[in-house]
């Protein structure tokens, strides 16, 4: 009974992990560049499918991938802003995020045809095999690597963003852009490098997403509309909640699937539509 | 997110357009296979109920699978397992559109821009994973064996031709009420909050209950076009209540010209003949949608009927 419930737990924290960090690049995204980032789903398959291929066509292991993948994935998506997205400022911020739909289809319309449908398994590095038996139940190694490298990532980035002097022209930026630009900040390289560091943020939890989850075209678009509903329910753009909610609701989510598992994938949205009942701008969002 | 003018060319030439179409939809069955011409008059009929809330109204709705795919499976329980008629069928699927629409938009109005976009997926979401997990919805499967029937209790639907009529006169219906919704008071009030919220609300209106009232009735419409569909295709299918659908619509409205009336007909049209024509190919229908997305968004926001009525008014005002 124990056990299950904490290897639910567990399993929530994890998906909670993954939430935390996708939802995080798509609020910085959101909030500096006005664009809710559709094509997130697909950077973060991106991620876990370019380490697949790099391990099986190539025999390029993890540690290399989980280096190399985000910063191509980044790099790509600098590219993508610089050539698609910069277009569309000054524009009502719903035609960005028809943009990035329609990317998002694109890459995973391409990869089903080149790969199937179907899934493909990424085996857990060497390294992190094997697992600690704790007094209340087992914990794999890869699993505990993974939550802790992401509330790592989301603590660190968190500080730089509060902390920093680049954090403050970001928060500065998504303030204001005009005004930071006239201070001679070059806002739109800003643009493009957070678009970048997005989505290698979701690259990169699609690498981390690989040996745990089955590698296929479609993972994106299944977990980017509950990273969607996290973001609303944390409150659009806000970096803290979109980690905070996260983590959150993956653990409401484990703890769901341990008293009644059918309910477990709907909960994202009840959360959602209860948060926005009583704060309608979320948790730790400011009503505009 | 665009402007409307009024039509160019007099009242006229109006109506000879309007009389055209009319003509070719009493054509259509002859001249294309009536199933696809049924399909597309559905379509066109959701992306028309779409167009009043994310043309006309200036919200975008990312959760109108819901309504379209509710429907269908409330359609189908109605005809199917209670054995009652086509036309109280689609009744109950514009009645569960209209309810949930009504739940759904009172919570996603108080907020606009990508968070209504946000909220609305969030409970088209819902939608879809009660459809998965309940009994009788049949899960992945989909809601299979939902009986044509006989309209009215005369016209039997069995026949493809009755059935395309039957279509027809549907949609018709469900046009003229947008129409209606569209050049009545209401409609103008709607464009006012689209162009600019605060003046509209200085000036007096009850902004809160003009947009409700504008998401139900669109929601209650899309509903009656899933319903529609479900009762020729004889069968709801899960994927409809997916986000892709959601997506679709935003397409054909986007595609054929937002705030126009046409515009989402000819748009639906367009997308029906895109994923016949690519049927075979796997999921290059998903690439090419994506691609004709991002093309639209890029160079021609306007839409199709939008361009053209772009180019017809500036050859009228000689500019």
């Keep these: 009974m124990i056990q299950a419930l904490f290897g639910q737990l567990l399993l929530g924290l994890i998906n909670g992990s993954f939430y935390a960090l996708l939802s995080l690049g798509l609020a910085v995204i959101f909030g500096l560049l006005d664009v809710v980032n559709f094509a997130h789903g697909a950077q973060y398959m991106l991620g876990a499918f370019l380490a697949w291929i790099l391990l099986a066509r190539f025999g390029v292991g993890y540690w290399v991938a989980i280096v190399a993948v985000p910063a191509s994935v980044g790099l790509a998506a600098m590219g993508m802003e610089r050539l698609l997205l910069r277009r569309l400022q000054g524009l009502d911020n719903l035609y960005g995020l028809l943009l990035t739909f329609g990317v998002a289809l694109v890459v995973e319309g391409l990869f089903q045809n080149a790969f199937g449908i179907s899934g493909n398994s990424y085996p857990v590095p060497a390294e992190l095999k094997g697992g600690i038996r704790l007094p209340f139940m087992y914990l794999p190694l890869y699993r505990a690597w993974v939550v802790a490298v992401s509330l790592f990532t989301c603590v660190a980035s968190w500080l730089v963003i509060e902390r ?69 329910a944390g409150g659009m753009g806000s970096i803290l909640g979109s980690i905070v909610t996260g983590l959150g609701l993956g653990l409401v989510e484990g703890l769901t699937k341990f008293l009644y598992p059918p309910a477990a994938s709907a909960v994202a949205f009840v959360v959602m539509a209860i948060v926005l009942l009583v704060r309608p701008a979320g948790f730790f969002g400011r009503t505009a | 997110m665009s402007r409307t003018e009024a039509a160019p060319g007099g009242p006229r030439r109006v109506l000879f ?19 696809f011409a049924m399909n597309v008059l559905c379509l066109a009929l959701f992306a028309s109920a779409f167009n009043l809330i994310l043309g006309y109204a200036g919200l975008l709705s990312f959760g109108h699978a819901a309504f379209f795919g509710g429907a269908a499976y409330a359609a ?127 000036l007096g209106y009850d902004v809160a209950r003009h947009k409700l009232l504008a998401f139900v009735l669109s929601a209650a419409l899309s509903g009656l076009a899933g319903a529609l569909r479900a009762i020729v295709n004889q069968f709801a299918a899960l994927p409809d209540l997916g986000w892709h659908t959601s997506g679709a619509v935003i397409l054909m409205t986007l595609l054929g010209g937002l705030g126009t009336e046409m515009g989402p007909s000819v748009g639906a049209l367009l997308v029906a003949a895109l994923e016949t024509g690519l049927a075979g190919f796997g999921s290059w229908v998903t690439v090419v949608t994506g691609a004709v997305f991002v093309a639209c968004v890029l160079t021609f926001r306007r839409g199709l009927v939008g361009e053209v009525r772009t180019v017809v008014l500036r050859s009228f005002h000689g500019g």
């Design chain 1, 164 to 232: 920093t002097r680049l954090g403050s022209y970001l928060r500065a930026g998504t303030e204001n852009p005009r005004l930071l630009q006239a201070f001679g900040v070059n806002v739109p390289l800003m643009f493009t490098v957070t678009y970048g560091f997005g989505a290698a943020l979701a690259a990169f939890a699609g690498v981390m997403a690989a040996p745990i989850y089955q590698v296929t075209p479609s993972m994106g678009s299944t977990v980017i509309v509950v990273v969607f509903a996290v973001v609303v």
């Design chain 2, 17 to 35: 357009a309007y009389g055209l179409l009319v003509a070719l939809g009493l054509g259509a069955p002859f001249l294309v296979y009536p199933v």
């Design chain 2, 76 to 202: 189908g329980l109605v005809t199917r397992d209670l054995g009652l008629s086509p036309e109280l069928g689609l009744l109950a699927g514009v009645a569960f559109a209209a309810l949930l629409g009504a739940g759904t938009g009172a919570l996603a109005i108080r907020r606009t821009g990508i968070a209504f976009a946000m909220i609305t997926l969030g409970f088209a979401q819902l939608v879809h994973f009660l459809a998965v997990e309940m009994g009788w919805t049949g899960g992945e499967d989909g809601f299979q064996r939902i009986p044509r029937g006989r309209a009215l209790g005369v016209l039997d639907l069995q026949h493809n031709l009755a059935a395309y009529y039957f279509t027809y006169v549907v949609f018709l219906l469900g046009f003229a009420t947008l129409h209606r919704a569209i050049h009545s008071p209401f409609g103008r009030v709607l464009r006012a909050i689209r162009e600019n919220e605060p003046r509209a609300l200085s």
